[in-house]
């Protein structure tokens, strides 16, 4: 079976991502801050939870610790934590921004690589944003044009360009990164905008089921690569 491991995943697109992945016979394990909300989002639909902030060492390698024990390996790695990050910007929230978006794929990713090695087919999904594209932020025809939005947008564009430096680094293991469309979940909620996080997942779960000989370093969306 496939041992996957998505971040974030005890609501919105990480949450149906793991549906979707245990319906395709994936040994999933959410993620999550929170120890209540994440072992109830797995006790809903029959994933395995392990407790991970991506914004602590010891979590995150608490949580690896975990996955080696019962598993041995690591197939998938899908690194779907983030925040917007909204306010006034300043140095704290800068921080915490780039923490949550983009430190966080390098502690998790550099945990998971021993692991991740063991596979026969290990793939890494970094779930970006097209906000944290230069050319889709100064397209006007594109909706980031109107986005305004610099911390997230700054530190999305670092998870991209995380995704091409590991795709470089790491020949063996696929690396992409993905913009999964406008979606409405707890992060969107102020905008009142997006589709059913069901329909983002989709794309999260075509990259994380990509063959052997599938593409890395890429950033796509559902309708395949973007320019960036």
Do not use: C
Request: hydrophobic share 45%; glycine share 8%; proline share 4%.
């Amino acid at each position: 079976m496939t041992v996957t491991l998505i971040t974030g995943a005890n609501k919105g697109i990480g949450f149906e991502t793991a549906e979707q992945l245990l319906e395709l016979g994936h040994v999933v394990y959410i993620g999550a801050r929170d120890v209540e909300r994440g072992e109830k989002a797995a006790a809903a639909i029959g994933t395995r939870f392990v407790q991970l902030d991506v914004t602590d060492d010891a979590s995150v390698n608490d949580a690896l610790a975990t996955i080696e024990a019962a598993e041995s390996r690591l197939d998938v790695l899908v690194n779907n934590a983030g925040v917007l990050a909204s306010g006034d910007v300043d140095g704290p929230l800068a921080l915490h921004a780039f923490d949550t978006n983009a430190v966080g794929i390098v502690r998790v990713t550099e945990a998971a690589l021993p692991l991740l090695r063991k596979s026969s087919n290990p793939t890494v999904v970094n779930v970006s944003s097209s906000a944290g594209s230069f050319w889709a932020v100064t397209s006007p025809d594109r909706p980031e044009f109107h986005l305004s939005s610099a911390l997230y947008s700054a530190s999305k564009a670092a998870a991209t360009m995380l995704t091409v430096q590991y795709a470089k680094s790491q020949p063996g293991i696929k690396f992409n990164a993905l913009e999964p469309g406008t979606t409405a979940t707890d992060m969107t909620a102020a905008f009142g905008i997006g589709r059913a996080p069901e329909e983002s997942a989709k794309a999260v779960v075509r990259l994380a089921t990509l063959d052997a000989d599938g593409p890395t370093g890429t950033f796509q969306d559902e309708n395949g690569e973007l320019p960036w």
